[in-house]
């Protein structure tokens, strides 16, 4: 995946996101993803996404992604991304692993921390 594939696929996800649509965020998460953030360690994309929809109960909720990147490194079997989020009020940093599965391109771990 190439830096410019990573952030179209981080586009798409910014998206769905935004328009309430939490399935679309996810499905660009692998079968296996590892997500670490407030909430503690989720593993696998249905794990993930009831952790979102149990913080997010509706499309509303989840109000505006913004996101930005910070940087990037990228090789053939991955592209790593550091970015800054933010919803509303709140935002933080996350460091994205995006690789290829048999689904192809799919985010693989997402560490996220709120802050400055």
Do not use: K
């Amino acid at each position: 995946m190439s830096d410019p594939e990573a952030r179209g696929a981080l586009a798409a996800q910014v998206r769905a996101w935004n328009d309430g649509d939490l399935d679309g965020f996810c499905a660009w998460l692998a079968d296996d993803t590892v997500r670490v953030g407030a909430s503690g360690v989720a593993v696998g994309r249905a794990a993930v996404r009831a952790t979102y929809a149990a913080a997010y109960l509706t499309p509303a909720a989840m109000g505006v992604l913004a996101v930005a990147v910070v940087q990037v490194t990228a090789d053939a079997a991955q592209v790593v991304q550091v970015v800054r989020w933010g919803v509303g009020a709140r935002g933080g940093h996350a460091l994205l692993v995006w690789a290829r599965v048999a689904a192809g391109w799919r985010l693989q771990w997402d560490a996220t921390v709120a802050g400055p």
